[in-house]
T-cell receptor, first 110, second 116 residues
Framework: QKEVEQNSGPLSVPEGAIASLNCTYS??????FFWYRQYSGKSPELIMF????GDKEDGRFTAQLNKASQYVSLLIRDSQPSDSATYLC??????????FGQGTRLTINP | GAVVSQHPSWVICKSGTSVKIECRSL??????MFWYRQFPKQSLMLMAT?????????EQGVEKDKFLINHASLTLSTLTVTSAHPEDSSFYIC????????????FGPGTRLLVL
């Protein structure tokens, strides 16, 4: 079992709709979770981090964490074509070490 | 926000040569930096943790004699790919924690290496 799992997609969503990205992790002791966006040929950029169970909102983005189910999700409201990218879920293990999922490729269709 | 730079942004070299990649934290000090490698259509894989003033910590399966890491100052870490081969062609990305004790990492723009 991979430590961090994501559906690789591609996930196709019409413009203006809600995109839902999911991630599960295997280490029940994990405390810190991150979502990064990566455009083709570029390095990842941080979108959000979440530490506590529940929802965390930042603009059009909402991160959801359920530690009991070992599940993290990212919702993107009012999806825009510029949101088309690969979204990487990452979990901290050990001393600041990030373990990444394989990423979900998201395409927003105009 | 924290800015991390890398140089060069891309490099093409012949098989058997060595290539040095620099990672700098521009507006903050980083006692720790991380080096990742990303092959096409794959996720980032941590190669090693660079520690200022001490030896780097390598992940399982990463050859420390092939990927030399030097973290000589609080703002600079270098990765040298020695005797590069075509299978070393990849996207190399460094990152650094933004603030002391904070787990958020900021990534450099990456270095694309092509070994012919």
């Amino acid at each position: 079992q991979k430590e961090v799992e994501q559906n690789s997609g591609p996930l196709s969503v019409p413009e203006g709709a809600i995109a839902s990205l999911n991630c599960t992790y295997s280490d029940r002791g994990s405390q810190s979770f991150f979502w990064y966006r990566q455009y083709s040929g570029k390095s990842p950029e941080l979108i959000m981090f979440i530490y506590s169970n529940g929802d965390k909102e930042d603009g059009r983005f909402t991160a959801q964490l359920n530690k009991a189910s070992q599940y993290v999700s990212l919702l993107i409201r009012d999806s825009q074509p510029s949101d088309s990218a690969t979204y990487l879920c990452a979990v901290v293990q050990g001393a600041q070490k990030l373990v990444f999922g394989q990423g979900t490729r998201l395409t927003i269709n105009p | 926000g924290a800015v991390v730079s890398q140089h060069p942004s891309w490099v093409i070299c012949k098989s058997g040569t060595s290539v040095k990649i620099e990672c700098r934290s521009l507006d903050f000090q980083a006692t720790t930096m991380f080096w990742y490698r990303q092959f096409p259509k794959q996720s980032l894989m941590l190669m090693a943790t660079s520690n200022e003033g001490s030896k780097a910590t390598y992940e399982q399966g990463v050859e420390k004699d092939k990927f030399l890491i030097n973290h000589a100052s609080l703002t600079l870490s270098t990765l040298t790919v020695t005797s590069a081969h075509p299978e070393d062609s990849s996207f190399y990305i460094c990152s650094a924690p933004g603030l002391a004790g904070q787990e958020t990492q900021y990534f450099g723009p990456g270095t694309r290496l092509l070994v012919l």
